[in-house]
């Protein structure tokens, strides 16, 4: 079984502080995803990568970075976290053709 | 923007089987219909997918209209467990996805 590892289960942090959200897959999958979750909203897509180096835009970029080293982690910045980003993040991979395989999501808390 | 529409929420009693609808007007012929859920607290979870012919799993069945402009999953056994919320989404198996989800719609198994 496919195997998506977010490394944070629960997350505080402080206005204005770096945050990095970590995701590893296990199984050499080509594209990458993470999405923000809120209340009412549904899953939002934030990046995504398609290849180690290649980032691309999702809906709601502004505030977010990525960076994908290595075909396997997939990473999310927030520079300057803001309290408008405490929300549930989810990351997700895909090979071509096949589904979606989530991690079990980060809830992060930006006081 | 989602390109697909579900209704925001249904009640289905235990043991019945429960249809959930799903618009997806604006379909391109290589797109492929797929069903997720997620409960509470976890990542969500792939149950199906198809381009044109309904499919069925262990999990549930699909129904693609010949239009391919709607579609319906089904659980043929509702039970308390299959509360979640569930997604419809439509992709094209290409490099460069960009998976967008919509709110999904809030299922209640009613005891």
């Known amino acids: 079984d496919v195997k998506v590892t977010q490394s944070s289960r629960y997350l505080v942090k402080r206005t204005g502080e770096k945050v990095f959200l970590e995701c590893v897959q296990d199984?050499?999958?080509?594209?990458m995803f993470w999405y923000r979750q809120d209340p009412g909203l549904g899953l939002r897509l934030i990046y995504f990568?398609?290849?180690?180096?290649?980032?691309e835009k999702g809906d709601i970029p502004e505030g977010y970075s990525v960076s994908r080293e290595k075909k396997e982690r997939f990473s999310l910045i927030l520079e300057s976290a803001s309290t408008n980003q405490t929300s549930m993040y989810l990351c997700?991979?895909?090979?071509?053709?096949?589904?979606?395989?989530f991690g079990n999501g980060t809830r992060l808390t930006v006081t | 923007d989602a390109k697909t529409t579900q209704p925001p929420s249904m009640d289905c009693a235990e043991g019945r089987a429960a249809n959930l609808p799903c618009n997806h007007s604006?379909?391109?012929?290589?797109?492929?219909v797929y069903w997720y859920r997620q409960i509470h607290s976890q990542g969500p979870q792939y149950i199906i997918h198809?381009?044109?012919n309904n499919e069925t799993n262990e999990m549930a069945s699909l129904i693609i209209t010949e239009d391919r402009k709607s579609s319906t999953l089904i659980l043929p056994h509702a039970t308390l467990r299959d509360t979640a919320v569930y997604y419809c989404?439509?992709?094209?198996?290409?490099?460069?996805?960009?998976?967008?989800f919509g709110k999904g719609t809030r299922l209640h198994i009613l005891p």
């Open positions: 997700a991979s895909i090979q071509r053709g096949s589904p979606l395989h």
């Open positions: 199984m050499d999958h080509e594209n």
């Open positions: 990568s398609y290849d180690v180096k290649m980032k």
């Open positions: 604006t379909i391109s012929g290589n797109e492929y």
């Open positions: 198809g381009l044109k």
């Open positions: 989404i439509v992709r094209v198996a290409s490099r460069d996805d960009k998976i967008i």
